[in-house]
């Protein structure tokens, strides 16, 4: 997964200051994110969206987020929002390990 991050990360980044990340919640594997209208199993796992979150933060070239399709009607025991909370904040720098 960091191969698969890192190379659009760093094309991303070459010559602008700023990025804008638009992460679509249901990208990830519908047991981990039920909470979500479009469910696709196996999605990005929790460590792997995590991981896509932490190496964008350490590009230090993120200016805004979207987490978009959290639909927490859909969602068990708030699970979804709570990883979506979670993986805004490893966009911001905070690391899960």
Same mark, same amino acid.
């Given at each position: 997964?960091?191969? #698969?991050?890192?190379?659009? $990360?760093?094309? &991303?980044? =070459? %010559?602008?200051? !700023? $990025? !804008? #990340?638009?992460? =679509?919640?249901?990208? &990830?594997?519908? @047991? #981990?994110?039920?909470?979500? %209208?479009?469910?696709? /199993? %196996? %999605?990005?796992?929790?460590?792997? +969206? !995590?991981?896509?979150?932490? /190496? /964008?933060?350490?590009?230090?070239?993120?200016?805004?987020?979207?987490? &978009?399709? $959290? *639909?927490?009607?859909?969602?068990? @025991? *708030? @699970?979804?929002?709570?990883? +979506? &909370?979670?993986? /805004? +904040?490893? +966009?911001?720098?905070?690391?899960?390990?």
């Amino acid at each position: 997964m960091a191969t #698969v991050i890192e190379k659009p $990360v760093e094309m &991303v980044t =070459d %010559g602008t200051d !700023h $990025v !804008h #990340v638009s992460f =679509d919640i249901d990208s &990830v594997d519908p @047991q #981990v994110a039920p909470g979500t %209208g479009t469910r696709k /199993i %196996g %999605g990005l796992t929790y460590r792997e +969206a !995590h991981l896509a979150m932490e /190496i /964008i933060a350490e590009s230090r070239r993120l200016c805004s987020m979207e987490m &978009v399709e $959290v *639909n927490p009607i859909l969602g068990v @025991q *708030n @699970q979804t929002t709570e990883l +979506a &909370v979670g993986l /805004i +904040a490893s +966009a911001l720098r905070k690391r899960i390990l």
